[in-house]
Every structure is written in C-alpha cells, then in structure tokens.
C-alpha cells in the first residue's frame, strides 16, 4: 500500500533552516508529482510546494525564494529544502501524492520561535 514518511522536522530559530524529507513506498514514485502541504495551529492546510515527474516546481508565494523542492527518485523521496525560516512557518508539514484519491503522510512538526 501507499505510505509517505516525513522526517526532519524540528525547533528552530527565526533565520534558520531545516531540510524535510519524505520518503515513499508502495507505488512507481518517479511518474508521480509530490506534493508537500503544511497546517498552522488554527488554520486550513495549505500547499507549499510541488514537483512534477521532470522536476518542474511551484511554491506558494509566502515561500518562494526562501524553500526549494526536490526529489531523488532512486530513493523514492522528495524534499523541502526551508531557509530563512520565519516564526509564521511554524506547522505540521504533509507529504501528499494523489493516486485517485490523496494520500498523506502523519506530517513532521517544525516550530519556528526565539
């Protein structure tokens, strides 16, 4: 079956970085765009950035020029790469990849605070 595991997460101060990994299992993962979405205490989930099979991506604009997606497909596993990290990016990050219907991984906590 489906399963995404995310890792990575953690406390870090405002200006930091931390990189995410999610590594995927039970499905060809090379053909498929990923997906990593995030939620804020109290707020909806929000897509954070995508990559598709030939690596093009897209980042939400609270984001863009600070995380970078990527993906190594001998792996099975996509990353998020967040520099520069602000207090307002502390949430639960998801990985997600649709398969007819959408698939999520338990998410990793990253907190942002001084």
């Known amino acids: 079956q489906v399963q995404l595991v995310e890792s990575g997460g953690g406390s870090v101060q405002p200006g930091g970085s931390l990189r995410l990994s999610c590594a995927a299992s039970g499905y060809i993962f090379s053909i498929y765009t990923m997906y990593w979405y995030r939620q804020a205490p109290g707020k909806q989930r929000e897509l954070v950035a995508r990559i598709t099979s030939d690596g093009s991506t897209i980042y939400s604009n609270s984001v863009k020029g600070r995380f970078t997606i990527s993906r190594d497909n001998a792996k099975k596993t996509v990353y998020l790469q967040m520099n520069s990290l602000k207090p307002e990016d502390t949430a639960v990050y998801y990985c997600?990849?649709?398969?007819?219907?959408?698939?999520w991984g338990e998410g990793t906590l990253v907190t942002v605070s001084s």
């Open positions: 997600n990849i649709f398969l007819k219907i959408n698939y």
